[in-house]
């Protein structure tokens, strides 16, 4: 069984920036692949960024160029860095754990972190 615990979110004015983390309890972490997704009051779950078992690194449209997602397998923690943050980036941060590779759906993930707020003002 695979715990994830995030910390990080707070509240920021637009343009700040914010660090999330996420430590995971997997012995073998570098075997997963490690999504980021958000969801906003009254929206569905949408993801933000993956890092695959090979680094290999996806990020929605909406962050390209904003957000950095990266893990670190000797701490058994990933990362998002969350630059020149907008209002609409606003919600509650999971971060998630698939084997293989990365996905953009939240179905396809098996664990899941309880959540942190990001509020932008």
């Known amino acids: 069984h695979v715990q994830l615990v995030e910390s990080g979110g707070g509240s920021v004015q637009a343009g700040g920036s914010l660090r999330l983390s996420c430590v995971g309890s997997v012995k073998y972490y570098n075997a997963y692949a490690m999504g980021w997704f958000r969801q906003a009051a009254g929206k569905e779950r949408e993801g933000v960024a993956c890092v695959d078992s090979n680094y290999k690194t996806l990020y929605a449209d909406s962050v390209k160029g904003r957000f950095t997602a990266f893990k670190d397998n000797a701490k058994n923690t990933l990362y998002l860095q969350m630059d020149n943050l907008k209002p609409e980036d606003a919600g509650t941060y999971y971060c998630?754990?698939?084997?293989?590779?990365?996905?953009?759906?939240?179905?396809?993930?098996?664990?899941w972190g309880q959540g942190t707020q990001v509020t932008v003002s």
């Open positions: 998630a754990a698939k084997r293989g590779w990365c996905s953009w759906s939240s179905g396809d993930f098996n664990y």
